[in-house]
């Protein structure tokens, strides 16, 4: 073997190749291009490790003095745009490893005893999985402030509840936001639980079967924020799970969100005209000038495809793999990556629609009152009134319905006779629970959508954003 062909090996490979990696290889090989993401994360696990290697003995209080405040430095450079990320190098690791040994010199490759790469990115994928469903949280938690704001400050507006998209009973526009409201409270509730289910720390793991170095992975584990060390080696190197768990919670929210996203699209249409939204959240059109669209809701619900993506994505890679790691995983990253920005961007686009949207009350009452959506109480009064059985009741409700759709009128509209004619027991008591209004009060059940029912709600939720 030549000196010339050692000197173009692989550095990173020690004496086991020869030759350099081809062009091609080095481009599809690297992930520098996108997991220079974790440079935080992979600095900060790196301190916690110097740490823990200096308190076991490996390092030299000195030394590991030197890694860190290398370290330091690295990150400032980061932060100031003045690190060169190099793709020979790869990742991230080995990027900030590099310089760290251009910095400190050869006590930089002290750093990596008792680690490797595998779990060295396990660890800084879970530290920065943990960091954005704390940032995320914080975005769900504005947006449900200001759905409850919203609620709070229309308790009189009353809309159409649909099912099937068709008209069903009149209900609080207020109870209609806190329904959104319950959604979100889910999201940040699953957040929670899988912050807490993966708060383990991979360090210590190295390559899949542990280290024979007398490390403290508990040392390590305390030191990040974990809650205690993962407890097998070769599953701690191949676990995404944690990765899936979080791309199906932000799936979720992105749904939730592309929900009220649509209702803002109908709302704004002319054959409703429920809300406005100012010029901040809308488009025009290039050729209709009176155009006034809702943009930022129709690409927060097509956003959600792509979080949708990026769950099936990381799904498929990991579904044929075999214990352990595989260079396979490498893909785990660019769809968290991209998911995490765009429900980031979608939560925060949500948000000021929210506080933005100004509600057409006249319109909304106008169709809460067509439809016969107070059928239902036609119906319960039957029951309550004549102890019809509910059965009995509904066939004679849709009995009234079919004559007032027959005339073109409303329920309320009907006369007395005319009702009678269909059941000679009704009395002019029925015509005080077929108004909107009357509807609405009436729904005071726990969970319901009267008033009394609704400010309970209001005041439920407070406490809990608090």
Known sequence: MTKEKKNSSNKMWGGRFDAKPSEIMQEINQSISFDYKLYKQDIKGSKAHAKMLCEVGILTKVEAKKITDGLNKIEGEIESGKFKFKIKLEDIHMNIESRLKEIIGDVAGKLHTARSRNDQVATDFRLFVRDEID??????????????????????????????????????????????????????????????????????????????????????????????????????????????????????????????????VIWMSKGFEFVKLSDAFTSGSSIMPQKKNPDAAELVRAKTGRIFGSLISLLVVLKGLTLTYSKDMQEDKEP???????????????????????????????????????????????????????????????????????????????????????????????????????????????????????????????????
């Open 336 to 466: 968290v990556f991209d998911a995490v920005k765009n429900i980031k961007l979608c939560l925060q686009a949500m948000s000021g629609m929210v506080t933005d949207m100004k509600v057409n009350k006249e319109n909304m009452f106008k169709m809460a009152g067509s439809g016969f959506s107070t059928a239902t109480d036609l119906a319960d009064w039957l029951v309550k009134n004549l102890k019809m059985p509910f059965r009995d009741a509904h066939h004679v409700t849709g009995q009234i319905v079919k004559m007032a759709e027959n005339k073109g009128v409303d329920l309320h509209e009907l006369k007395l006779a005319e009702m009678q004619k269909v059941e000679k027991k009704i009395t002019k008591e029925i015509f005080a629970v077929l108004t909107v209004e009357s509807s609405v009060a009436s729904r005071t059940s726990f969970g319901g959508t009267s008033q009394v029912r609704v400010k309970e709600e209001i005041a439920k939720a407070k406490k809990f954003l608090k």
């Open 135 to 264: 940032e995320i949280k914080f975005l769900l938690t504005q947006l449900e402030k200001n759905l409850v704001e919203k609620a709070e400050k229309n308790l009189d507006v009353i809309l159409p509840g649909f099912t099937h998209l068709q008209v069903g009973q009149p209900v609080l526009f207020s109870h209609h936001m806190l329904a959104y409201f319950e959604m979100f409270k889910r999201d940040i509730s699953r957040l929670d639980d899988l912050r807490q289910r993966m708060n383990e720390c991979p360090l210590g793991a190295c390559a899949m079967a542990g280290t024979s170095f007398p490390i403290n992975r508990h040392l390590t584990a305390e030191e990040l924020g974990f809650d205690r060390p993962t407890s097998n080696s070769m599953d701690t190197v191949s676990d995404r799970d944690f990765a899936v768990e979080f791309l199906f919670c932000l799936s979720l929210t992105a749904t939730h969100l592309s929900r009220i996203a649509e209702e803002i």
